[in-house]
């Protein structure tokens, strides 16, 4: 497994809030504090993980005996981590989350929660706070209620409820609502108390499944960050679904990236975008153009591609061999325009097609190396103005920037 990177910083923050955090938070919670306390060692010994929290060690599951909807699933998620599985509709990533819930047995492989097996403990004794995409709250009861329920379900006493309520309330800022019934709260307001009554009984772990997916795109950013200050105040484990792509690279600490059964990478957000490792994550996270062409010639880390048997581009060699089909992957703002002579070893001919001002950017369409829908994207900064339709001028990249990838 690749090497964690380790913020300083950010962990030192986080230990602060953690401080805080047993004091105010877990008064009466072991779980709540031991899973407080261990938070910034959990991320500082990431890459071997033999203290992993959450262990899912060669699990596979099938619905009819026949198709593999979860591969050969290996994955360790360290304690106090935000982790996002992101991937397309019907990857698995619901069933992965319902296998570490306990609502679905996997049929092959085991999963390990704080270092202790979970195979046979069912759902509601695994100490597990869940929030779905639709609220499920109870629509005849009031927030108060709603909030209570857990923790009567888990006898505790009445004193301890009014108190860890009012506590919980404050975290999700909807102290002046506990009175109100679910009807008369907004959908931002009802997802809320259901991560509210999530983080109420101080779960071990916090899985969330689409979460913010019924929610309009301002609130639905908005509640982003929320969750996200929260997961940082509270240091609890998250394990977080979307398909949202930028969902994932606004709150996650890793992303392990989905496709049919399959992590096909897990990295932290910036890894992911700058270093795709194959062209289904270089397609899915962010936008990219793509060269289909054949390796001719493989020199160390790098190798010449060439395309439509025109161009040759000179390209970094993830997964390629000499001889085979290629895709290239290159960002559309890492292209470069009039480079100078001999700045650059990829120089083409661009003819523009179409230019559309954004503001802050300018994104230009154009034909390149044959391919007519290929993108570039400027800051809006002075010369972008004299780029207009149907002119052709000199582009470049440079080759650490183009990634030769398997030919997907
Ligand atoms: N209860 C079920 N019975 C049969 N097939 C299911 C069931 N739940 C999910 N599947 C199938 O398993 C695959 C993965 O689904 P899911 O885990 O829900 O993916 P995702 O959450 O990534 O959209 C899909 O092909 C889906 O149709
Ligand atoms: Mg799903």
């Known amino acids: 497994m690749r090497a964690y990177p380790y913020d300083l910083d950010r962990a030192r923050k986080k230990l602060q809030s953690i401080k805080r955090n047993i004091v105010v938070w877990s008064s009466t919670s072991a779980a709540g504090a031991g899973a407080s306390g261990c938070t910034g060692e959990g991320r500082g010994s990431m890459p071997g993980m033999d203290n992993a929290f959450v262990k899912f ?17 290996n994955l360790d998620i360290a304690r106090g981590e935000f982790l996002t599985m992101l991937g397309p509709s019907g990857s698995g990533k619901t069933t992965t989350l319902m296998m570490l819930a306990g609502f679905e047995a996997p049929t092959h492989g085991s999963l390990l ?31 108060e209620e709603n909030l209570a329920f857990p923790l009567k379900v888990r006898k505790l006493g009445k004193l301890e409820i009014e108190a860890r309520i009012k506590r919980v309330l404050d975290v999700v800022r909807l102290g002046a609502y506990g009175k109100r019934r679910p009807g008369q709260l907004s959908g931002g307001q009802q997802q809320r108390v259901a991560l509210a009554r999530a983080l109420i009984f101080d779960p071990k772990l916090v899985l969330m499944d689409e979460p913010l997916g019924a929610l309009d795109k301002q609130l639905r950013e908005q509640m982003q960050l929320e969750i996200k200050h929260i997961h940082e105040d509270l240091g609890v484990t998250v394990v977080y679904v979307t398909h ?60 010449k591609v060439e395309i439509a048997g025109a161009a040759n581009v000179q390209a970094l060699a993830i997964n390629v061999e000499a001889g085979r089909p290629t895709v290239l992957s290159l960002r559309p703002e890492r292209v470069r325009l009039n480079p100078m002579p001999g700045s650059l070893p990829n120089v083409f001919s661009a003819q523009i097609a179409e230019v559309i ?52």
Not at 60 to 70: A, F, N, R, S
Not at 115 to 128: A, E, L, M, T
Request: charged residues 20%; aromatic residues 6%; proline residues 4%.
């Open 113 to 143: 929660l704080d270092g202790h097996s979970i195979d046979n403990v069912p759902p509601h004794k695994r100490d597990i706070g869940m929030v779905f995409q639709n609220y499920a709250l109870f629509p005849h009861m009031t927030v």
């Open 57 to 73: 060690s060669g699990v596979q599951k099938t619905y009819d005996g026949e198709t593999l909807v979860v591969k050969n699933l």
């Open 244 to 303: 949202d792509q930028s969902e994932a690279l606004t709150m996650s600490d890793r992303i392990a990236v989905f496709n049919e059964g399959a992590i096909q990478q897990l990295a932290a957000p910036a890894e992911l975008y700058e270093r795709p490792r194959n062209a289904f994550v270089a397609q899915f996270i962010g936008e990219n153009n793509r060269l289909h062409g054949k390796v001719v010639a493989m020199n160390g880390a790098t190798c």
């Open 357 to 408: 001002y954004l503001g802050d950017h300018v994104r230009i369409r154009a034909s390149v190396c044959g391919q007519d829908d290929f993108v570039i994207k400027l800051p809006n900064s002075e010369g972008v103005a004299q780029v207009e339709p149907g002119a052709a001028i000199a582009i470049g990249w440079k080759t650490e920037d183009c990634r030769a990838l398997d030919a997907q």
